[in-house]
């Protein structure tokens, strides 16, 4: 996948005092330390449904055409794959990386030798130059940060490197994978898309008989694509990750039943999943649907609909869509089955 290109960030307007993250109304200042800490990036305003997040560090995110509600969670990856759990990017200018070092090198701590060391790498006895002062507003220190709500993963201390200077309009460094990039973006976007759990409509609603196909639909309106766009405002690159339903998969919650289709999978089709059971076809056989085969007695069937999305994403310098793997979200939902009474005369 492309990186960052000369021609995507040449764009950024790295020179002024402010940079606009995600609209008028929304702004980073070009403080990728965040006060001086080397934490976060100073992040303000933004449009309604949208969070602008000060952890997220260098990256913002509009939300705003997300998955929202109580019932809304993250999509799983059907796959082994997961969302980086930390990446690289710009994060200091050469006066915030001498603010941040300078007080730990007087305080001794890290050892004389190695203070020495960092000293010497970063031109720490040459004031003018010092920290690449002066080449203040070509470029930026680029150093490592956790991907937002994995900071408890393992992954989350892969990024070990030392902190590495970047030019503005050059790529990072070819040999640092999780340097960010729009496919970078797209992969730490994903893990912010939330999508609505699944209850599908099933009729009979209140309880079925066995041996009786139930029919299931879902209402297609309620499972509309969602995105979510990720952003590095001091780089004018960005990707949007939008993940669109395609399938939901039934398990009836007992091994003594039948799903239509066989495989318990229904496809969109005419933008609806199954169909809606209309009167006087209760014998028919449903394109989506359950046949239980024994009562639930006292109880219930606890039937999970598990909804497929296709993720997707675009970005800057990156022709036509990409896609990254597919995700799942389900939820439960009780179903009592009954026996049919039978009259004796």
């Not at 934490?39 to 560090?57: P, Y």
């Not at 393992?154 to 030392?162: H, K, S, V």
């Not at 639930?296 to 896609?323: C, F, P």
């Not at 597919?326 to 939820?331: D, L, N, T, V």
Request: net charge negative; aromatic share 8%.
């Amino acid at each position: 996948m492309p990186a960052v290109t000369r021609k995507a960030v040449c764009a950024a307007a790295l020179a002024g005092v402010t940079v606009l993250a995600v609209g008028p109304t929304a702004r980073a200042d070009i403080v990728p330390g965040g006060q001086g800490t080397g934490s976060e990036t100073q992040v303000g305003g933004g449009r309604k449904d949208e969070t602008v997040s000060a952890t997220a560090g260098a990256v913002v995110f509009d939300r705003s055409r997300n998955g929202s509600g109580q019932s809304a969670g993250p999509v799983t990856a059907a796959s082994n794959w997961t969302p980086p759990a930390c990446y690289y990017a710009p994060k200091y200018t050469p006066e915030q990386l001498q603010k941040y070092l300078e007080p730990i090198w007087e305080a001794g701590s890290t050892g004389h030798e190695w203070d020495a060391r960092q000293r010497a790498k970063y031109n720490a006895d040459d004031e003018e130059k010092a920290f690449n002062k002066d080449r203040t507003g070509e470029g930026y220190w680029w150093d490592s940060y956790v991907t937002p709500g994995r900071e408890g993963d393992p992954g989350a201390l892969d990024c070990t490197r030392d902190t590495f200077w970047v030019d503005t309009g050059d790529d990072p460094p070819a040999d640092i994978p999780q340097a960010i990039t729009p496919e970078m973006l797209a992969r730490i976007a994903y893990a912010e898309i939330r999508v609505p759990t699944t209850e599908v409509n099933l009729a009979p609603d209140n309880a079925t008989k066995v041996n009786l196909p139930t029919w299931a639909w879902l209402d297609a309106a309620t499972f509309k694509p969602v995105s979510v766009t990720a952003r590095v405002p001091l780089l004018a690159v960005e990707a949007t990750t939008t993940a669109e339903p395609v399938s939901v998969r039934i398990d009836p919650g007992t091994a003594d039943a039948e799903t239509y289709p066989a495989s318990g999978v229904c496809e969109i089709a005419d933008g609806r999943i199954g169909e809606p059971y209309a009167k006087g076809r209760a014998e028919e056989t449903p394109p989506c649907g359950v046949k239980y085969l024994r009562s639930s007695g006292d109880g219930a069937y606890q039937l999970k609909a598990t909804v497929t999305w296709r993720i997707h994403w675009t970005g800057t310098g990156v022709a036509g869509e990409q896609l990254l793997p597919p995700g799942e979200f389900g939820g439960d939902q009780a179903v009592t089955v009954q026996e049919i009474q039978a009259v004796n005369r």
